[in-house]
Nanobody, 122 residues
């Protein structure tokens, strides 16, 4: 099965931007729906954005819609999350995941990356 590795996290001030990447290896990601999820300390893992296998269908958490954009480049076996106008409440470990369908429930995704930390200061 595919292995996933995230990168692009870091520390930014509120209003700043980051672009997360998730590279697949071992198998193409083109047949998978993909998603970004996040987990803040003491909180459950939360859906952020998901995209279907072709990239034509996307869903976003209400609080990130209009600020974040999920995209994929199947030729590069890579998933992206462009995050603009970041807020302190966006601080979390961000994970990418692969699954059969573009649904928002984390438990339905079988394959996960190791996560990348995003910290937004006021």
């Amino acid at each position: 099965q595919v292995q996933l590795v995230e990168s692009g996290g870091g520390s930014v001030q509120a209003g700043g931007s980051l672009r997360l990447s998730c590279v697949g290896s071992g198998r193409t990601i083109s047949s998978y729906a993909m998603g970004w999820f996040r987990q803040a300390p003491g909180k459950e893992r939360q859906f952020v954005a998901v995209i279907n296998s072709s990239g034509e269908v996307t869903y976003y958490l209400d609080s990130v819609r209009g600020r974040f954009t999920i995209s994929r480049d199947n030729a590069k076996n890579t998933l992206y999350l462009q995050m603009n106008s970041l807020k302190p409440e966006d601080t979390a470990v961000y994970y990418c995941a692969a699954g059969a369908f573009p649904i928002t429930t984390p438990s339905q995704y079988r394959i996960w990356g190791q996560g990348t930390q995003v910290t937004v200061s006021p």
